[in-house]
């Protein structure tokens, strides 16, 4: 598994492009399922069927897109200039090596004017304004290989540090999909009474869209997305921020349906899985925010895994935690009662 | 190609240890004599055809820029400082590989979540950044990395577009990879190869091998500044890439002597290399120690132009390493034996 989160992680697939993906991620889900599908939008949605055919049924979620740019313009010399697609911090980009997907997948860096030409002087961040994409060809072949629209994704091999530690792009939220695998992993040979969806969903780093569509067309009764959370760092604070290694992060909150958040707080002490909690005043910024309010509502969960540096080529999470969510999500599965869930507000 | 393993190597200035060794076994069968002096820097002597007593000084650095591991904190992160002149812009979200043992590591900041509008304006300082090497706490990672050690950037030599390549280190390992090719032909003049040791902090090493080979001329060969991005002023421009070998007339350190620098020039135009004069006025090199070393030493410096210089992925043209190395070497065979004074 660790080596299917180095794969995934080195795939290009930025929000509203994720084909180069869907076949990875399909031929991840077809051990554990009886069938996968790809939607026409880039969902792939792998189907674990109960034997009872009136079963209510289950939905897990991850998203596998990640933020990228596009190209937005050429100049006479032939850089680039570019746009950012999704929440790119641009401390990021001087000097980052990127993937133009023009008519071929070309190679470039990120260059930005020297300091001291720079608007706005040293003391400031560099502004996307100046900066540009060096592919390293003339204007004129730039603009037979490249237009306006192509995605850029970062080229960014992911590695291993040291304890487990890895670090790549798009762990956000490819990490999320590798934790419903160790999920179906444990529930090998194991009957449970409800159809299980997995769902890798596309565009949520753009607004969630994903899987909003997915779940009107599921129509599941319940779902459970995983996301990341923030790593602890030295300079993040303590709010919301979670040490990298202590275990899977439960939420609690507006977002997330009460009879779920407290079944996985319990199964996590009874099975001794690591846990933590957090808490979000409304919005998680994650699918869970649009899936409980899709399709007339469905009760959402949402289990997070610690991640340092979200939204860079760097991207920094533990192993353990990968794990810990996946245990945790197998656990509360066979604990799940979906009578007692429809029913929470009924008396 | 000498290039591609040498930008692979690690040499933070005060640090030069692998690209020494690498260099030494090269040119070891080429020279008569092989010095190293107190601070690490490497000259290879090699004996002239004409017997004229005289001396040339082909010099390139051996180092470049990094960072110092200052400091472990409790949660075992590493702070560190920066060795030679880097940009702190361009340190976020990048690889580097940390100490002897080369333990791999990245340099982080808090996400962008979690920056303030005023944060995120700001260019970042050298001390709110810090490397992760996954280390659990402060024991952990002192088992593995100590204050004092060097930090390189981590960044693949990737040949792209029209012959260019990005690495890390292409100042100045091209003219280390010039010297060690140009070592192997011979010479009218006996010539000394001299690989210095920390250029990038104040040209320390350069001084000790002027003041030891006393040479009556010498040339430094040289990655410099390419800025040649859209929607620069043309007077800020100070070379261009695809352009030929850079001549310097005069920088921040060296007023260069002129009938070299011509010469230089006329030579290329002679023989089609193309080539280019460097055409701002800042920035400096070796040169502008050793042209006053030693009572004074004639000197020149032809520079390959390098994009994004001093960052993890510089960018050269093969086209201008070529000219620079062409260049170089019809000059040291054609005239040497010129009068400059």
Redesign the interface.
Known sequence: MKNALLQLAAKDGMSGFEFSLTEVVSNLLAPYCASVERDPMGNVVGVIPAKNPDAKSVMLEAHIDGIGLMVSGISEEGFLSFVPVGGVDSAILPGAEVRVWGKEVLYGVIGAKPPHLQTGGQDKATAIKDMYIDLGLCGEVVRQKVSVGDMVCFAEEPAALCNDVFSGKSFDDRAGLISLLLCLENLKGKELPFTIYVVAAVQEEVGLRGATMVSERLSPDCAFVVDVCHGDTPDAGSESIFKLGSGAVISFGPNIHPYLSSLAKEVAEKENIAASFDADGGDTGTDAWAVQVANGGIPVLLLSIPLRYMHTTVETLHFDDVQAVGDLLAAILQNLDLEVLACTFQN | MYLSELVKLAGVSGNENAVRSFIKERIAPFCERIEIDSMGNLMAFKKGTNNCGKTLMLCAHMDEVGLIVSRI?E?G?LKFKTVGGI?P??L????VSVGAAG?????????????TPEE?????KVK?L?V?????DKA?AES?VAVGDYIAFESAF?P?????V?AKALDDRLGCAILLELAQESCPWDVCFAFTVQEEVGLRGARLCARRIKPDMALVIEGT?C????E??ER?VSTRLGKGAAISLIDGATSYNRKIAQQLYQLAAKHDIPVQFKQTATGGNDAGIIHVSAGGIVTAAVSVPA??IH???S?ISLKDYQAAKELTRLWIQEVLHADFA
Do not use: C, M, N, Q
């Open positions: 904190t949660e992160f940009d812009r361009v976020i979200s990048k690889r333990l791999p590591g990245v340099i982080g900041r808090k996400a962008i979540h979690l920056l995120r304006k700001k260019a970042p709110e810090y992760d090497i996954g280390a659990k952990d593995k990737v792209f577009g029209d012959g260019l990005k500044t800025s040649d991005l859209p620069t002023e800020a994009r994004y960052s993890p992925v960018v």
